[in-house]
Nanobody, 124 residues
């Protein structure tokens, strides 16, 4: 069992930055592909970014490409999402998720463990 805890959300003006963190309770994340997803009110949860177990491969959804950066630390105990040039349409609850199987994906249903989410609100 893996418990994920996100932090770093908040209220920011358009054009600003936030850094989200995701930490695992009780174990390293090195054996998991990790992803960030978000869910805006009235919308389905959607993929934002993912990073491979080694950290060598990343992939981003088109709306955040060039603005967001996913990373993981050397000890593989946390995953981060650096969000720059934020827009009001980035407002959502952001979730980190862990996938144990070998192939990294962008699908919500393929991830095994989820955090409770952290709210990001971007004002215009």
């Amino acid at each position: 069992q893996v418990q994920l805890v996100e932090s770093g959300g908040g209220l920011v003006q358009a054009g600003g930055s936030l850094r989200l963190s995701c930490a695992a309770s009780g174990r390293t994340l090195s054996s998991f592909h990790m992803g960030w997803f978000r869910q805006a009110p009235g919308k389905e949860r959607e993929f934002v970014a993912r990073i491979s177990r080694s950290g060598g491969t990343t992939y981003y959804a088109d709306p955040v490409k060039g603005r967001f950066t996913i990373s993981r630390d050397n000890a593989k105990i946390a995953v981060y999402l650096q969000m720059n040039s934020l827009k009001p349409e980035d407002t959502a609850v952001y979730y980190c998720a862990a996938r144990a199987l070998s192939l990294a994906t962008m699908r919500v249903q393929d991830y095994d463990y989820w955090g409770q989410g952290t709210q990001v609100t971007v004002t215009s």
